[in-house]
């Protein structure tokens, strides 16, 4: 059994900052990448960003300049520093894991909400 817990959402304003955080835990033997997803109401699940065991990371176009992705091996956690925000940034994150050569999983989704 594999847990997500993410941390870190909320209201801002635009232009502001927000760090979200997503800890894995469970039987994890290996860390093939982590990353977020985005849902906005009305549109489908997006890419925002994702880091691969190696440290390669892939970000969303949307997102490049503005958002960074990173992972603390040791406690098994991926953040996600958001800076500029733009209220077309509002949506739910969703943390993902793939672990094990292939298994999948989601965290519960964290509400962010940016103000104009």
């Known amino acids: 059994q594999v847990q997500l817990v993410e941390s870190g959402g909320g209201l801002v304003q635009a232009g502001g900052s927000l760090r979200l955080s997503c800890a894995a835990s469970?039987?994890?033997?290996?860390?093939?990448?982590m990353g977020w997803y985005r849902q906005a109401p009305g549109k489908q699940r997006e890419l925002v960003a994702q880091?691969?065991?190696?440290?390669?990371?892939n970000d969303a176009e949307a997102v490049k300049g503005r958002f960074t992705i990173s992972r603390d091996n040791a406690k098994n956690t991926v953040y996600l520093q958001m800076n500029s925000l733009k209220p077309e940034d509002t949506a739910v994150y969703y943390c993902n894991l793939i672990i094990n050569g292939g298994y999948t999983y989601w965290g519960q989704g964290t509400q962010v909400t940016v103000s104009s």
């Open positions: 469970g039987s994890i033997f290996s860390i093939d990448a």
């Open positions: 880091i691969t065991r190696g440290g390669s990371t």
